[in-house]
């Protein structure tokens, strides 16, 4: 195939606590490290391992958000991938305004497959790349952990509640990825400094003409009920000894 | 009134359990009038399975080949085609719903509420976001229809003591070709299930090997509980995918979670915070994992384990 399109999305970094801002207004995001979403990050991995299987043969990376979403996508070019695209918006995008924006840029680049992330980690939705898949009228693999190309169809084993479900699909198709499905390579300095060189698009995201769906109302935020610590047992006997209290064994 | 459209989910024979877990959450909304839709190629036993729960007002079935192995593509459009004058369409939120819902919110123009924790009106619900470090309460559109996945964590099954009528209805939806099935490897099937088990022994990398962890299943089998494992476990290749509890994996709430050799990472911890009791061993006692747990015990797995076998023997 020609193109691969790999969705990035900036979050607060995987191994930041997070905390709800004391008046409920929101998370607080000030001054936290942000980084390419995980389950984006590999997607863009298993992109590139495509490519250099010589199954495809561009990689762009395209992110919608701020100016500073340039960041990850400087990453993701540094990783390998040939140019990047951002839609930039100053305001959040819901999942749905974002899959209307992919397949606007799917119907410009014409890529055999859009890869995706499961979801992103900061607002836990899972919408995105199925969405996509919908709107596009086209097949859907998602929680991939295993994707092998063969022509002008891709076959796909899912990480399900069951186990591993295999499925077949003709591509062009939206692939989103779930963490088994390879590890990311890390980035190297002489890489950071060529991605500085390659081609990164902006595009205000009202030029795309993009019909914006109606987001929810975050009303208010708070933290979630903590658990309270419990009580030490010193030995296998006190153990039993507790949850027997407890009607447990 | 909100009128609800639950899609049931199953294997094909069995009703799955988080379908009783998205009625009872359903049931909170305001005048709740609840049917159920199955999509299948052969209806008959989850049909009647789903005429027995509770609060249900109808059992929509439509059966069609192409529906044998649920799939997203070929079930979706279908759906909304059933969906017409509902208010709701829930799903749960297992990797069936995770998968189904975005793929039908999309088709009916909708974003979608996923993960309803809460109920608190017909249109406003709490949900988790930041792998359950913070609950947001969000505000739906009231004009246009709302599509949910349920946190079934989060919900009681309702009872099974109901006998709503059954209908089947036709669709002359053209199915795509697009996407096909091709096998499905599931676990061993002899022990309680991960996602509805009362009680689960957990274990983490600590096992050390494949061989090792085969202790955490002597153990459940004793005290007749499910398997599960964190994600560094199951990176590791000591147990399947299917195991992993957590933000990405599943989340459960039995009455007792045993946690052994499992340091406790936040994601891991978003996956057992409805859980009645946490019972933690690990030999690090300043594990993330005894902030949260209910009883404690710090200490090498490899003696523990025997030793709380014998104890419960005896």
Redesign the interface.
Known sequence: MEKILVGLKRVVDYNVRVRVRSDGSGVETEGVKMSINPFDEIALEEALRIKERGEANEVIVVSIGPSEVQQQLRTGLAMGADRAILIESSETVDPLTSARVFLQLVQREEPGIVLLGKQAIDNDNNQTGQMLAAIWGRPQATFASNVKLDGSQATVTREVDAGLETIEIDLPAVITTDLRLNEPRYVKLPDIMKAKKKPLDIIPIAELGVDVARAHTEVSFEPPEQRQKGVMVQDVAELVGALKDKGLL | MSKILIIAEH?GTTLNASTAKCVACAADLPNAEIDLLILTASADAIADQAALLDSVTRVVVTENSANAHS???II?PQIVAHADGYSHVFGPS???G??????????L???????IMEVLGSH?FKR??????????????PD?PVVATVRTASYRSVASTNNAPVERLTNNVET????????????SSDRPDL?SAS?VVSGGRALGSAEKFEIIFSLADK?GAAVGAS?AA??AGYV???LQVG??G?IIAP??YIAIGISGA?QHLTGI?DA????AINKDADAPI?????????GDLFA?IP??QA??EG
Do not use: C
Request: no cysteine; net charge negative; aromatic share 4%.
């Open positions: 294997d799939l997203a593509a979706a297992t990797t069936f995770k998968d189904l819902m975005p793929r039908i919110a999309a088709l123009g909708v974003n979608q509420v996923s993960d406003t988790p976001i930041y792998a359950g470090n913070a609950i947001v309460t969000v505000e739906v559109p246009l795509p070709q697009h996407t096909r099935f091709v096998d499905l490897k599931a676990g996602q009680k005290i994600r199951v990176d399947a995918n299917e933000q990405t599943k009455d007792l936040i915070k009645g009791t946490i019972v005894f902030e949260v747990a209910d009883i404690g015990l710090v523990i030793e709380l104890a419960i």
